[in-house]
């Protein structure tokens, strides 16, 4: 199955998109990385999620490392990467933590026509 790992941060917009993401597919888990206001107030999914609050006033090398230690060992097979919301700091420190876990990934988006990798 599929696992994905959305960002869910800043950005008008971007949490209806990643709200659609979660509930027109079927995902095996789901991760949010948020901040706390995040974790507080996103209700928009009908599936469990797993949310991993973030401190963004964190330095990237650090961000990058609770990144990786929140997702060690809890990823297997098909990784889907959202990356719609949020900033390119968080964005940077999402893919380096997938790849230094060794984690192949897939990036997708919603789009008119569905769910598609991009």
């Known amino acids: 199955m599929t696992q994905l790992i959305a960002c869910l941060s ?4 971007t949490w209806s998109h990643v709200s659609r993401l979660i509930n027109e597919e079927s ?8 901040n706390s206001f995040g974790k ?4 928009s999914s009908e599936k469990p999620v797993e949310f991993m ?3 963004q006033n964190k330095p990237l090398i650090e961000l990058r490392d609770d990144i990786k230690a929140h997702l060690k060992d809890k990823l297997d097979g098909d990784v889907a990467v959202n990356l719609i919301s949020g900033t390119g700091k968080e964005h940077m420190a999402i893919i380096s933590a997938l790849l230094q876990l060794g984690v192949g990934i897939r990036l997708i988006a919603h789009t008119k026509e569905g769910i598609k990798e991009i």
């Open 53 to 55: 609050e973030i401190d």
């Open 40 to 43: 507080e107030n996103f209700t």
């Open 10 to 13: 800043t950005g008008k917009g």
């Open 27 to 34: 995902w095996d888990k789901v991760f949010l990385i948020t």
